[in-house]
């Protein structure tokens, strides 16, 4: 079975700061790994994935992810945040020819001016 | 905007109700996905369709049940509510979902379901 742990349920952070939301994940096989961004009162929406290839990941809004295997991680971070930033953060991991997405618990990132 | 509908955005009722959820994909995409979010539970995955075809089930109830119609729109039915069925009820919607779980799953707004 999967899981995905997000460490961090609240992480606090003044404007233009750097920022890292983590992620770990466990699973028995290969799998996807994603970041989905929920802004207040709206769905979810892709940030990035982790297919294949470069473990490095960009995605939208200035964020990256990395992935890493040995540690079964995939942390997100974004070097300058802005306010508009804040929102709730899941990481979610996805077999490779499964269908069922597991999402971890979400990380509120608040942006301070 | 995704191009994910949902109606309604907000449902109020009693326990013991049935409700029905209504969901409209993409256009193009052939999966459904439905999910539940709540405080105490995070975000559920519940059962995805393909198709008109049910592909995967979570950790769906059996007071719950889905269908996707040939049109491809999804109706997420919920029965004998209880107070701990409120939550915010997603749906999702991808191109493929028979081998192709690189999709990206584009989701809509929500319904909020309070159960009194």
């Known amino acids: 079975a999967q899981s995905v742990t997000q460490l961090d349920s609240q992480v606090p952070v003044f404007e233009e700061a750097p920022v890292e939301l983590r992620c770990n994940y466990s699973?028995?096989?290969?799998?996807?790994l994603f970041w989905y961004v929920q802004y207040p009162n709206q769905g979810l929406q892709l940030l990035l994935k982790y297919l294949s290839g470069s473990t490095l990941v960009k995605g939208i809004n200035g964020f990256e992810a990395e992935f890493n295997k040995s540690q079964t991680s995939f942390h997100l971070r974004k070097p300058s945040v802005h306010i508009s930033d804040t929102a709730e953060y899941f990481c979610a991991v996805r077999n490779t020819g499964g269908f069922k997405t597991i999402f971890g618990a979400g990380t509120r990132l608040f942006v301070k001016a | 905007d995704s191009g994910v509908t949902q109606t309604p955005k907000h449902l109020i009722t009693a326990t013991g109700q049935r409700v029905t959820l209504r969901c409209s994909p993409r256009s193009g995409d052939l999966s459904v996905y439905w999910y539940q979010q709540s405080l105490d539970q995070g975000l559920q995955f519940l059962i995805q369709?393909?198709?008109?075809?049910?592909?995967a089930k979570g950790n769906i109830l059996e007071r719950f049940s889905a269908q996707q119609f040939p049109d491809l729109h999804s109706e997420l039915n919920l029965s004998s509510l209880e107070l701990g069925d409120s939550a915010l009820y997603f749906c999702?919607?991808?191109?493929?979902?028979?081998?192709?779980?690189?999709?990206?799953?584009?989701f809509g707004p929500g319904t909020r379901l309070t159960v009194l």
């Open positions: 369709y393909y198709n008109g075809e049910e592909r």
């Open positions: 999702a919607s991808s191109v493929g979902g028979w081998g192709e779980s690189t999709d990206t799953q584009y």
């Open positions: 699973s028995s096989v290969s799998v996807y």
